[in-house]
């Protein structure tokens, strides 16, 4: 599987960005997709899951704020996220994973390369 991540930049706290993550693969409906972000000197930490039934999962940090969805014909995941905070700004990563469980991705992990975000107060 690649994936291709795309959508960050440059917003203005409080406004919204829409990320994409786009896949190749033909087995693309069976993977839980999700979205990590990492700060420098920070470890990479779980925003949002959804899995091949499009049930999701969040950060508390991001919940009521980010919504997770899924194309499965266009094999593409989504992260719309409105009211961003200046703490929001991230390099933001797709994943897609067969395996993983309770939002620790596992060694079969494949990741995109990231999308910068920014957030200016």
């Known amino acids: 599987v690649q994936l291709q991540a795309s959508g960050g930049g440059l917003v203005q706290a409080g406004g919204s960005l829409r990320l994409s993550c786009a896949a190749s693969g033909r087995t693309f409906s069976y993977y839980v997709m999700g979205w990590f972000r990492q700060t420098p000197g920070k470890q990479r930490e779980l925003v949002a899951t959804?899995?091949?039934?499009?049930?999701?999962d969040y950060a508390d940090s991001v919940k009521d704020r980010f919504t997770i969805s899924r194309d499965n014909v266009k094999n593409t995941i989504y992260l719309q996220m409105n009211s961003l905070k200046p703490e929001d700004m991230a390099v933001y990563y797709c994943?897609?994973?067969?395996?993983?469980?309770?939002?620790?991705?596992?060694?079969?992990?494949?990741w995109g390369q990231g999308t910068q975000v920014t957030v200016s107060s």
């Open positions: 994943l897609a994973d067969r395996f993983m469980r309770n939002g620790v991705p596992s060694e079969y992990a494949y």
């Open positions: 959804i899995t091949s039934g499009s049930i999701t």
